[in-house]
């Protein structure tokens, strides 16, 4: 019984090669897409076995696209495939209900590996990955029914910060100084009562702000 695949990056040789990787395979991909919006499109057009979804993509991110999916489709499965090893991700990833989250730089044979894995219906979180987002998914302050008084820059700041870009990035996105982009994280770690980024990133996410 074949493996029904989508496949989401805007990278035509990134879905190329994957293609080519999971030639005389069981598993079949039967549609790619070039952004988010088009990933949950197809998804439930098509309902696949397994969704694969870039992170950072043009025309929507795969990030919103997995909350998409899972809000509709919450069986449908979804594997992250990012070039990032990037902490915010990994733990958006695993608050939004993804079965995993793989690097591009890992093995093809990892990558066929983790299909097969999560189609039968497990996961493939290493212990790493969870050990590291394990604070910022327990933190007792990210319940989303926590009221916090963020101003509307604060607001904006997060939004980016949830997104996973860097405060140099932050401060290209809204216009502002890099040094007022760290005032701004440092007032909503405070508000918040979260230590690091990527608590305020989950917590962000279960407050439907991203």
């Not at 209900?97 to 066929?112: D, H, I, M, Q, W």
């Not at 904006?156 to 996973?164: C, F, H």
Request: aromatic share 4%; charged share 25%; proline share 3%.
């Amino acid at each position: 019984m074949s493996i029904r695949v989508i496949i989401a990056d805007d990278h035509e040789v990134v879905r190329t090669g994957v293609r080519s990787l999971l030639a005389g395979t069981e598993i079949e991909i039967i549609a790619e897409a070039t952004s988010g919006e088009e990933a949950v499109r197809l998804t439930m057009d098509l309902n696949p076995n397994l969704v694969i979804l870039d992170i950072r993509m043009t025309g929507g991110d795969g990030l919103n696209a997995l909350g998409r999916i899972k809000l509709d489709r919450p069986d449908t499965p979804v594997l992250m495939f990012s070039t990032y090893d990037n902490p915010t991700y990994v733990a958006r990833s695993v608050a939004l209900g993804a079965s995993g989250y793989l690097l591009k730089t890992e093995p093809g044979e990892r990558l066929v590996e983790c299909i097969r894995r999560i189609a039968s219906g497990d996961n493939v979180w290493t212990r790493d990955e969870l050990r590291r987002v394990t604070g910022a998914l327990a933190t007792p302050r990210l319940a989303a029914d926590v009221e916090v008084p963020l101003t509307q820059r604060e607001s904006e700041v997060l939004r980016q910060l949830a997104l996973g870009l860097t405060n140099k990035e932050i401060a290209a996105a809204l216009d502002i100084s890099y040094e007022t982009v760290k005032e701004h994280v440092q007032h909503i770690l405070r508000k918040v009562g979260v230590s690091d980024r990527t608590q305020a990133a989950v917590w962000a996410v279960r407050k439907g702000l991203v």
